[in-house]
Nanobody, 128 residues
């Protein structure tokens, strides 16, 4: 199995910043030689939506238009950890944020159905 543990969520005022972390572990994960990581979010009453994704090497990154220029995805493979730096937060960024991994080479997917394992989610609330 693969476990993903997210942290870093919380309450912040509009214009503020948060950094989410996602650490992967587990017996199955130890055999991974490559995986892509994605971040998704789900607001109350809405469907889960893509936020950002990063390839194994970090050379390819993708962002939803709504967060482009404000959010930055990165990863530290030595620590099996991915990050989502969120700046200039807006009330509409309020949601539960999930990280996910998929074992693959190449470009990361931007659809949730492509990912194999998911974290439990971390709440991000942005007040106006």
């Amino acid at each position: 199995q693969v476990q993903l543990i997210e942290s870093g969520g919380g309450l912040v005022q509009a214009g503020g910043s948060l950094r989410l972390s996602c650490t992967a572990s587990g017996r199955a994960f130890n055999s991974y030689t490559n995986y892509v990581m994605g971040w998704f979010r789900q607001a109350p009453g809405k469907e889960r939506e893509f936020v950002a994704a990063i390839s194994w090497s970090g050379g390819m990154t993708y962002y939803a238009d709504s967060v482009k220029g404000r959010f930055t995805i990165s990863r530290d493979n030595a620590k099996n950890t991915g990050y989502l730096q969120m700046n200039s937060l807006k009330p509409e960024d309020t949601a539960v944020y999930y990280c996910a991994v998929e074992r693959r080479f190449g470009a990361p997917a931007r659809v949730s159905s492509a990912y194999d394992y998911w974290g439990q989610g971390t709440q991000v609330t942005v007040s106006s």
